[in-house]
């Protein structure tokens, strides 16, 4: 199987890139490594705050570039976002429930790198870093839809890392 995004590497600096977008392509377990040591050195809530807000920053101009790029708009962005976060090797999203007209969401993730990447069940739920990333592909959504909302938060509320049959991600658009 080949991958299902395109990569370009530029010939002068090596530089890769796909959807337009600068790429880093990395070992696993150097990602996982990295990802275990912040949470050590600053806790798991802290490091939790500190990847929803850079999550949701960087998901928010993903979608964005890729609207205007790909002429999409709405839930067709979000859903485009979760098939590349796929296609990328983070897990396999499924967009599982959409009720913006009672302001959540719910996403399914399996497969996870932080699921497959532990040798033993966890403690705690640990794809945590992916509510950030919902979060603002849904802020992008909400703004694009004109969805009257103040925050958006999300929550993962099941992992496979815990023996669950997927990861389950709660998203709210607060009034």
């Known amino acids: 199987m080949r991958p299902a995004v395109d990569i370009e590497v530029d010939d002068g600096t090596g530089v890769w890139t796909t959807d337009g977008l ?11 490594g990295i990802h275990d040591s912040v949470e050590r050195a600053l806790g798991r809530e802290r490091y939790r705050d500190v990847l929803t807000e850079s999550g949701a920053g960087s998901a928010y101009f993903w979608c964005k570039q890729q609207a205007a790029a790909r002429g999409l708009d709405g839930v067709a ?10 296609t990328r090797g ?26 497959l990447g532990r040798s033993a069940e966890a403690e705690h739920p640990v ?13 992008y959504l909400a703004e694009d839809k004109g969805l009257g909302f103040s925050s958006i938060t999300c929550r993962e509320v099941q992992c496979q890392a815990l023996g669950d049959a997927a990861c389950r991600f709660e998203a709210s658009l607060n009034p």
């Open 77 to 86: 962005v979000f859903e485009h976002y979760l098939a590349r976060l796929s």
């Open 22 to 32: 600068p790429m880093v392509y990395i070992p696993r377990h150097f990602m996982l």
């Open 127 to 139: 794809c945590y870093m992916f509510e950030g990333f919902i979060v603002g592909g849904l802020t």
């Open 90 to 115: 983070w897990g396999q999203f499924t967009l599982e429930d959409a009720a913006f007209a009672r302001g959540t969401a719910t996403i399914r993730l399996v497969n996870s790198i932080y699921v």
